[in-house]
């Protein structure tokens, strides 16, 4: 028994060691626990991630369950996120449940099919849950509904960028998002960082640029003792921004220059991306 104790102590041991720095983590949440209350009844609710909706990948259908805590009975719930606002049921049959969980009544457009879903039919209880208002209801009353927590997102992405062993950056915190940003470090030296970003340009895909993309790099320097002293963005493509890779030119496998056109300033330039050097050059071209 001692000797396979301490087998399982050099295993785990050897992979702490052998983990790379600096590195990036991505971690995918797909559930939450929310505590509050109903009128001044103490509540729990679970919710876990179903589907996507058919028109915007930031809107999804949500399954779970939530109980009074003094009874713990649970009751049966299926939902929708829309940012950033919550619409949880109880219905009374599994039809409707089965119906909004995969989105099978499409509409015209996103707002539509939104609007369809949180104003379903056929429920037992309701919850509204959101920065506006907070409710359950039934067929003959509504009740205050208040929550312990204010984000109610049950889907979240996180990047991390890891320096060391407990030295840690949330990448987010240099994007407004707060989803899937797709950060890969591609070079690094004395306390020097090249990352590259590639990420959807809207998450409602009929919306403006919801084919687009937004990509680039993103420099980040450290002192010795792994303090942020500086960080640049380098935008190679927007769509937002109207700004494209016209041509990419690769002199060496350490360097890559990216030749781009501004179109909303009318702008041309290169973005000289040197492994080598850890460095990332802009030159405008007129």
Known sequence: MKQTLTLILLVISSQMFAQKYPRVEKTVIKDKLLHGRIDKYPITIYLKF???ANLHAGAYSVKGWYYYNKVKTKIALSG??????????????TTKSKELLTFSEMKSNHWKEMEYYENLTGFNEKLI???EENFWMNESKKLEVILNQDDLSILNFNEF??????????LHNFFDRTWDSGFEIIAHENGRIILQYLYGSNFNYLGMCGGGVERGFLTLEFDHESRLVHSEKFVAESCYSNIWIENQQVVNNQLKIYNCND????????????????????????
């Open 50 to 52: 179903n589907q996507s």
């Open 80 to 93: 929708l996120y829309n940012h950033p606002k919550l619409t949880l049921y109880n219905f009374k049959d």
């Open 129 to 131: 849950l959101s920065d």
């Open 161 to 170: 960028l890891f320096l060391d062993t407990t030295t840690v950056f949330d």
């Open 263 to 286: 179109y909303r300033n009318n702008e041309q330039f290169d973005l000289i991306v040197d492994l080598r050097k850890v460095k990332v050059e802009i030159k405008i071209k007129n």
